[in-house]
């Protein structure tokens, strides 16, 4: 089926160890997003991407690393994985970015990530 | 810099019920707004951005540039409505912004 996928869905790490979660989309969307989702912080842009190739840091790129080869995927890694990364992480992607009319975000189903 | 100020976090009503969801906004030029929706269980998704001026769910949202806000209303809420709502703002860098979120709850 078309669409946004995210995986793993549920991820239990140890503190220093290197995780990677993964985005699929199918639609050919140029661009392509990562967000971290806190109580208390509501989404928070770690990075985003305007094309294969094509990355930017958002608000909270920290610990963080992200490639795009191919557009249809963006996976997301943490290098060494620590607790402040607990978090839901979500993917998202667009035909444009916000603000040019065809911004709108269409979101994968969420990456659950607890690092004890 | 931009950002987005849900003021409730919590915000618990009845149906049939009126319901406000507050944002605030703060940008220095002409801000894109929108409100996105997360039920249980289920995506976040787009309800509705300022530009399109439309009702989606019943819901309608009006910029008010004076006073730097988008809230998000319904004069009848229902029970489906029970969501997470947050509240966007993009600017000229294009990058989305979002507020902190104020989840809804409409009793029965």
């Known amino acids: 089926d078309a669409g946004i996928t995210q995986s793993p869905r549920y991820k239990i790490t140890e503190t220093g160890r290197q995780v990677t979660l993964m985005c699929h989309q199918t639609?050919?969307?140029?661009?392509m997003f990562w967000y971290r989702q806190d109580l208390g912080h509501g989404l928070r842009l770690i990075y985003y991407?305007?094309?294969?190739?094509?990355?930017d840091k958002g608000e909270v790129p920290d610990g963080y690393v992200v490639s795009r080869s191919k557009t249809e995927n963006f996976p997301l890694t943490l290098e060494s994985a620590t607790r402040s990364q607990t978090s839901v992480y979500f993917c998202?992607?667009?035909?444009?970015?916000?603000?040019?009319?065809?911004?709108?975000?269409?979101f994968g189903e969420g990456s659950r990530l607890t690092v004890l | 810099a931009q950002r987005v100020t849900q003021p409730e976090k919590l915000l618990s009503v009845f149906k049939g019920a009126p319901v406000e969801l507050k944002c605030n906004y703060s940008?220095?030029?002409?801000?894109?707004l929108f409100w996105y929706v997360q039920y249980s269980r289920q995506r976040l998704q787009l309800l509705l951005r300022?530009?399109s001026r439309e009702s989606i769910k019943g819901f309608t949202a009006d910029l008010n540039k004076g006073e730097t806000s988008f809230h998000l209303k319904k004069p009848f809420a229902q029970e489906e409505d029970s969501a997470m709502y947050y509240c966007?703002?993009?600017?000229?860098?294009?990058?989305?912004?979002f507020g902190k979120g104020t989840l809804l709850t409409v009793n029965p």
């Open positions: 966007a703002l993009t600017g000229s860098n294009y990058k989305l912004t």
């Open positions: 998202a992607s667009s035909e444009g970015l916000a603000g040019a009319g065809t911004g709108e975000l269409f």
């Open positions: 991407s305007a094309a294969a190739d094509i990355t």
């Open positions: 300022h530009i």
């Open positions: 639609w050919s969307h140029s661009y």
């Open positions: 940008y220095s030029g002409s801000p894109e």
